[in-house]
């Protein structure tokens, strides 16, 4: 299992603000990561070791926004306040969990600000809404030097803490859950509040940990 990115919903004072106030907390600025034209949302994004990232993303007032089920989910847990949305696992092929789960994978591309397009496959994106423990799919089409692993940083993801069971989850990723994946502990406590991702800790070099 490779965790690929985290998820974070800008809450109600927008994207800048909310990317600016994170960065502050671990010693570093996210990038423009651009617009997701099909989901009507945009985002900045903070490249980690490992690799993976964290993306910080808002709405738009955008037609896709109201028809895409990730822009809805964006729309929902922003006028929530704001907070971490879910996460997501990368596979080099998408076919065997689409046999799985009996459904097929919907298309996703970025545009970057300078023009380039990012376009990858994704299944699972409705669990964001009705049960946002689980991870969704994600295969990427585009060439690795377009990813956004490509960017491979310094800070470290050490703890992703999840309220909810982590029998649901391995059901779902249809393995186990160690207690480390690729340096990364996972721990669950049951459900008080908002399900999903309560608290992330990251390994910030010269400032330790940080736990958002």
Same mark, same amino acid.
């Given at each position: ?5 985290l998820?974070?919903?800008?809450? !109600? ?22 617009i997701?034209?099909r ?5 900045r ?5 490992g ?11 955008? !037609? ?6 990730? #822009? &809805?989910?964006?729309r929902?847990?922003?006028? *929530? ?29 970025r ?6 397009y990012?376009?990858w496959? &994704? ?9 946002? *423990?689980? !991870?969704?799919?994600? *295969? ?17 993801m ?17 393995? !186990?859950?160690? #207690? ?33």
């Amino acid at each position: 299992m490779h965790v690929d990115h985290l998820m974070f919903a800008a809450g !109600p004072e927008g994207l800048e603000v909310e990317a600016a106030r994170m960065g502050e907390k671990l010693g570093t600025s996210f990038i423009n990561g651009g617009i997701h034209p099909r989901f009507g949302t945009r985002n900045r994004i903070l490249p980690l070791a490992g690799p993976r990232y964290v993306e910080i993303v808002e709405v738009l007032d955008h !037609p896709a926004a109201e028809k895409a089920v990730f #822009g &809805q989910a964006v729309r929902a847990r922003s006028e *929530q306040g704001g907070g971490w949305l879910g996460w997501v696992v990368s596979v080099p092929d998408l076919t065997p969990f689409e046999e799985r789960l009996g459904r097929k994978s919907a298309p996703g591309a970025r545009h970057f600000p300078d023009g380039r397009y990012l376009e990858w496959h &994704q299944l699972g994106v409705r669990g964001i809404m009705t049960d946002p *423990q689980l !991870p969704y799919f994600l *295969q990427w089409d585009s060439s690795p030097e377009l990813l956004p692993s490509a960017l491979s940083g310094t800070i470290s993801m050490r703890t992703i803490e999840i309220s909810g069971s982590r029998k649901r989850v391995e059901e779902w990723l249809d393995e !186990p859950i160690p #207690g480390e994946v690729e340096g990364i502990e996972f721990n669950f406590s049951s459900p008080n509040g908002h399900p999903g991702i309560s608290s992330v800790t990251f390994d910030v070099p010269g400032r330790g940990l940080v736990r958002i």
